[in-house]
């Protein structure tokens, strides 16, 4: 990754300062900057640098009692708010490794390999950030996410100045939620990006994942990165 060092949560301090989150968003939520593999920029110019954006975190009933994430307003601005408890931080690490997540690192292995191009396996070849930062509400019967319009500013804030740090040829959304919040936040702001892909599939846990022969999520990913990533 050369000079960068957009592991460390400092690369990613002054995003959103003295906006909604006075102190900057990755201030304050240090725990929820991108993971970006070792191979995220490769030397031999094999793929383009691709960005992959989930959802958000899911807290539950459990969280409740340690973790003002119910509350929009203390979740961004209260200095006195309950943020991510310490048994909480390992699980919204962006370097995810749990089943949901495998289903696309399986297919980047897949296609990398079928394209002849050494590689590590999982994460180690692209980016991954979750789009809200927020965790949604797990009551045990639904926990999809349902974005006030402080979640919307500050998630879209956050993720265009990721954008200008890291530099992707392609970002992919595996959430239409996530894709759809994001270009309406771009309209809104009158911002274009020239030269950067932006594609979506469907959330990898959802029923549209494999339906219809997978081509709103497994098989439009696959084909994505054949298109797209692949410059061999």
């Not at 119910?70 to 919204?92: F, G, M, Q």
């Not at 309209?187 to 594609?199: A, D, H």
């Amino acid at each position: 990754m050369g000079e960068y060092n957009s592991n460390q949560p400092e690369f990613y301090y002054g995003i959103g300062k003295d906006g909604i989150v006075k102190e900057g968003i990755f201030e304050r939520f240090p725990e929820l900057i991108p993971a970006i593999g070792d191979h995220y920029w490769r030397e031999d110019s094999a793929h383009k640098n691709m960005l992959l954006v989930g959802e958000s975190n899911y807290f539950n009933d459990n969280d409740v009692p340690h973790s003002d994430f119910k509350n929009a307003e203390a979740w961004y601005k209260s200095t006195e708010a309950k943020l991510i408890p310490e048994y909480r931080r390992k699980d919204v690490s962006n370097w995810i490794g749990y089943e949901t997540f495998n289903k696309v690192f399986n297919i980047m292995d897949k296609v990398l390999s079928s394209s002849v191009i050494e590689h590590e396996t999982g994460l180690q070849e692209a980016a991954f950030y979750n789009y809200f930062l927020r965790p949604a509400y797990n009551n045990g019967n639904s926990k999809g996410f349902i974005p006030q319009s402080i979640d919307r500013e500050i998630s879209g804030t956050a993720l265009v100045d990721i954008i200008r740090k890291i530099c992707p040829s392609l970002i992919i959304f595996l959430s239409k939620k996530a894709y759809t919040e994001f270009s309406q936040f771009l309209r809104r702001n009158n911002l274009v990006y020239e030269g950067i892909i932006i594609e979506h599939v469907s959330h990898p846990a959802s029923i549209w994942w494999n339906r219809d022969g997978g081509i709103h999520g497994k098989v439009k990913f696959e084909d994505l990165l054949r298109k797209y990533w692949i410059n061999k």
